[in-house]
């Protein structure tokens, strides 16, 4: 879609206006259930961002997003739609609890986390590439495969976790817990060594992690030979054949990338608190991806800023449950609905009344040059 | 040997009972995908149909205006879904996903506000709901050896949703190979720009798509609240939605494919669930969760073309733009 907008308003104003229209439609909702939309509001902020611990918990919920959002953008890159970042992370999970249980007897812990964090990795990236490969190779779209494979990762983690897994002389379906000392260090326990008391929360070293991986795929995407063809590859395949490369292959390899990254997820919920495998630890932060993706405009900087937003709205709308009869976290789950739908699949509806608007007030010749 | 016959035949029984939302989804998929309009958001509509339905016999007690706002509530998502993809060429995965998340949050928090009852609405009994039929005679021939036990358990006492989604396949095969707006459904999905030549609107017939898909959704969530279970619980499609687009897929876009396909899925999961824990020689203990995921196995072997060929529509997925 050409647009004759200026660069601020088509990556600054527009965004804005699409959650801006998506938050209305929830504030409507809320009235509608007859609660006040501007009070949900207030609280799902001071929930997020002014309790003790609050802002630390939100940044919990950030790392998650972060993960799953540049999982998402990379593949968008080469105009590939990666929905499988919640199967793909699941497995990042168990390549990390299968790794622990293993070694975590012999092994000492800071060698075993230095391991764990490549295996959720690849892990991921293996179940993100078989998609790649059939796509590329067989020709079944990704789309479809993806969501396959979620459900399949899905049943096997059912499976081995009600089953081999499962601790012995339990009923929930969850491993024993790792060694002591296996596990990300936390920011309170990080601070507190120095000498800062700061509160209690979730928040570990995968934060880290997760910016130095955003600041990875910024490298890649726009500053190194793979990102370029990758990007080439997005916007023809045709070009990047005449251009000598193999689409195929660079369509494998992009999944693999993506599938990755949402692997990473893991290492903030299952070695950064959990200790423990358990099932569904993924919570359909996978999906959130996409929408962090969207909103982001696949640029890791906008994927911060995005995973940011979802991760107060994920921890204030924690607070929800506390503060109102009527109104839960699961409101949350509709925000992010009615995100993915205005900031994603009607992306473009404000486009011609905003350059309508722009062309009226700025006038017609300068807005075209 | 009779107790055999009649495990089998109750496990046929639980077939179709299982498969009836998989088929009217997959018939809704088969007509929006057919017109090239992506649709997974069957598992949304579904979810979000089941919850109307639910409420509305909860409070009126008619379950056929149950039914008839569980259609409206679905087709209201379906217009979404037109609205995003037709008039303003969105992502159709994007906005189908969207659907998805939003019948998730939407009706988990709706249902706390209506009823307080954490998401659930309160549970339907007798005339609330859809109930089973019983056909003429079941009782009087049920001691007949061999064919009494097949009417009396596998055609005789179901509901009536049951048989709508029967006929859903004979209509919607009716329709899409021998109508004239069969025809142009498929030709939209497959060619739009012949169809736009001719005179036809290819947005209208998307839309007309879109919104019978919408119908079917609707009437597959309120069998799932109303007539095969007595009340709505949260995220009770539970990935319904997701195998009936493996099933549609898995039949080829075709709609007695998908109906052997929809059997198919229905029957795993209806054998899984007798199965758990029994051990079979050679192979040892059944896992009835690994037979739970084997539809989406199989759809992904068939879509990478090691069991027979997929041929998805040519024009899917991909939005309309009028030539100027």
Request: charged share 10%; net charge neutral; proline share 4%.
């Amino acid at each position: 879609m050409s647009t004759t907008l200026p660069r601020w308003i088509d990556i600054g104003v527009l965004p804005l206006l699409n959650i801006l229209a998506a938050f209305i439609v929830s504030g409507i909702i809320i009235a509608i259930i007859g609660e006040n939309p501007f009070t949900a509001l207030g609280v799902m902020l001071k929930g997020a961002f002014v309790y003790k611990g609050a802002l630390g918990y939100t940044l919990f919920y950030t790392t998650n997003f972060i993960f799953t959002g540049l999982a998402v953008a990379v593949a968008f890159h080469a105009t590939l739609f990666n929905i499988g970042g919640e199967g793909q992370a699941m497995m990042g999970g168990l390549g990390i609890g299968l790794l622990v249980l293993a070694l975590d007897a012999v092994v000492p812990a800071f060698l075993l986390i230095m391991l764990a964090i490549p295996v959720s990795a690849l892990m991921g990236a293996a179940w993100g590439a078989v998609p790649g490969y059939l796509q590329a190779k067989r020709g079944s779209h990704v789309v479809i495969t993806t969501i396959m494979f979620n459900f399949i990762a899905s049943s096997i983690m059912v499976w081995l976790l009600a089953g081999t897994l499962m601790e012995q002389g339990q009923m929930a379906p969850e491993t024993r817990d790792f060694a002591e000392g296996v596990g990300l260090f936390k920011f309170h326990e990080i601070a507190g060594m120095m000498g800062i008391k700061v509160a209690r929360s979730p928040l570990n070293l995968s934060f880290v992690i997760a910016l130095i991986a955003a600041f990875g795929v910024w490298v890649l995407i726009w500053r190194t030979r793979l990102g370029y063809v990758i990007r080439a590859t997005g916007h023809s395949e045709k070009a990047a054949v005449y251009a000598g490369h193999s689409p195929q292959r660079i369509i494998i390899i992009t999944m693999a990338i993506s599938g990755g990254l949402a692997g990473m997820m893991a290492l903030n919920e299952i070695l950064g608190v959990q200790h423990k495998l358990i099932l569904d630890f993924t919570s359909g932060f996978g999906f959130t991806g996409i929408a962090v993706a969207l909103m982001g405009r696949n640029h890791p900087v906008g994927i911060i800023f995005a995973s940011l937003l979802f991760g107060a709205l994920y921890q204030g709308g924690a607070e929800l449950d506390f503060e109102f009869q009527t109104i839960t976290r699961e409101m949350v789950l509709m925000i992010q609905g009615l995100i993915i739908l205005f900031s994603g699949a009607l992306v473009y509806m404000f486009n011609p009344m905003v350059e309508r608007l722009y062309h009226r007030i700025v006038g017609p010749e300068k807005g075209a040059a | 040997m009779a107790e055999f016959w009649l495990q089998f035949l109750l496990t046929i029984d639980a077939t179709l009972r299982v498969a009836t939302p998989l088929i009217l989804c997959a018939m809704a998929g088969i007509f929006s995908e057919r017109s090239g309009i992506i649709d997974i958001s069957l598992e949304g509509k579904m979810l979000m149909s089941a919850f109307a339905a639910a409420s509305v016999a909860a409070v009126t007690g008619q379950p056929w205006l149950a039914l008839l706002v569980a259609i409206g509530v679905s087709v209201f998502l379906s217009l979404i879904h037109g609205f995003a993809c037709i008039t303003h060429r969105g992502n159709q995965v994007v906005s189908g996903l969207a659907i998805n998340i939003l019948a998730s949050g939407l009706t988990v928090t709706l249902g706390i506000a209506f009823f307080a009852q954490g998401g659930q609405t309160p549970f339907l009994k007798g005339d609330q709901r859809f109930s089973p039929i019983t056909l003429p005679f079941a009782d009087a021939i049920r001691d007949i050896p061999f064919l009494g036990p097949i009417y009396a358990e596998v055609i005789s006492g179901h509901n009536i949703i049951v048989w709508i989604a029967l006929l859903a396949v004979v209509v919607t095969s009716l329709v899409m190979m021998r109508t004239r707006f069969g025809l142009r459904l498929r030709a939209v999905g497959e060619k739009p720009e012949a169809v736009d030549t001719a005179g036809i609107s290819v947005v209208l017939m998307r839309y007309q798509a879109v919104i019978i898909a919408g119908v079917l959704c609707g009437i597959a969530g309120a069998y799932l609240s109303i007539a095969h279970g007595a009340g709505f619980v949260r995220e009770m499609t539970a990935g319904k939605g997701y195998i009936a687009l493996a099933a549609m897929i898995f039949g080829n876009w075709r709609p007695l494919q998908a109906l052997y396909a929809c059997l198919m899925f229905g029957f795993l999961d209806a054998v899984a669930a007798r199965v758990q824990g029994l051990e079979l020689p050679l192979i040892g203990e059944v896992s009835s969760d690994l037979i739970l995921a084997l539809p989406y196995v199989l759809t992904v072997i068939f879509l990478a073309g090691f069991i027979g060929r997929a041929t998805p529509p040519a024009a899917i997925g991909a939005p309309y733009v009028k030539e100027r």
